[in-house]
Antibody
Framework: EVQLVESGGGLVQPGRSLRLSCAASGFTFDEYAMHWVRQPPGKGLEWVSGISWNSGRTGYADSVKGRFTISRDNAKNFLYLHMNSLRAEDTALYYC??????????????WGQGTMVTVSS | QSVLTQPPSVSAAPGQKVTISCSGSSSNIGINFVSWYQQLPGTAPKLLIYDNNKRPSGIPDRFSGSKSGTSATLGITGLQTGDEADYYCGTWDSSLSGYVFGTGTKVTVL
């Protein structure tokens, strides 16, 4: 069964850091691009970041550029999102999503259930 | 604010058809493939349509997609109560060098 399981969310103070993880199983992880997409409570979807199959290309939304870093470990089948200088507006449910291809331009065909990040003092 | 505009809501009776529009620009829909996602209440999004009009395995042919110029459309025929959900369009924006989602449309079955 193809599965993505996120972890690492929680309550964090503004300005602090957090690392999200996504464990992938059921498919050949190193053949596909991977992404993080977030959804603030009661609001729409926002793409956060994507990484190509071999980490050769990464992309970030302007809202997180310079603060968040995406990475992957193809040997362990894990995707990560390192989040620094967190702000209240980063509060959201963070989804891990699999790209249909190895490049980051394509659609997301598998989604995890999400991990909640709350930034508040 | 999203660069892809969708109507906030659409509704129809069971068995009827609804269409959802997604308006973009020459840097996104105009030159890249469009996808559509369905998000049932309290669940993660699910891919409904990719590459403008292709359906992943398991998605019924009641769902269809099309694209013309800088706009795309999702159609749902034979509307069912189980189709009540939020629907989002999405595509790559070559100017922003990032993926963009539409504002989202809530489908209500009357």
């Amino acid at each position: 069964e193809v599965q993505l399981v996120e972890s690492g969310g929680g309550l964090v103070q503004p300005g602090r850091s957090l690392r999200l993880s996504c464990a992938a199983s059921g498919f050949t992880f190193d053949e596909y691009a991977m992404h993080w997409v977030r959804q603030p409570p009661g609001k729409g979807l926002e793409w956060v970041s994507g990484i190509s199959w071999n980490s050769g290309r990464t992309g970030y939304a302007d809202s997180v550029k310079g603060r968040f870093t995406i990475s992957r470990d193809n040997a362990k089948n894990f995707l990560y999102l390192h989040m620094n200088s967190l702000r209240a507006e980063d509060t959201a449910l963070y989804y891990c999503a699999k790209g249909k291809l190895g490049i980051i331009l394509e659609a997301f065909d598998i989604w995890g259930q999400g991990t909640m990040v709350t930034v508040s003092s | 604010q999203s660069v892809l505009t969708q109507p906030p809501s659409v509704s129809a009776a069971p068995g009827q058809k609804v269409t959802i529009s997604c308006s973009g620009s020459s840097s996104n829909i105009g030159i890249n493939f469009v996808s559509w996602y369905q998000q049932l209440p309290g669940t993660a999004p699910k891919l409904l349509i990719y590459d403008n009009n292709k359906r992943p395995s398991g998605i019924p042919d009641r769902f269809s997609g099309s694209k013309s110029g800088t706009s795309a459309t999702l159609g749902i025929t034979g509307l069912q109560t189980g189709d009540e959900a939020d629907y989002y369009c999405g595509t790559w924006d070559s100017s922003l060098s990032g993926y963009v989602f539409g504002t989202g449309t809530k489908v209500t079955v009357l």
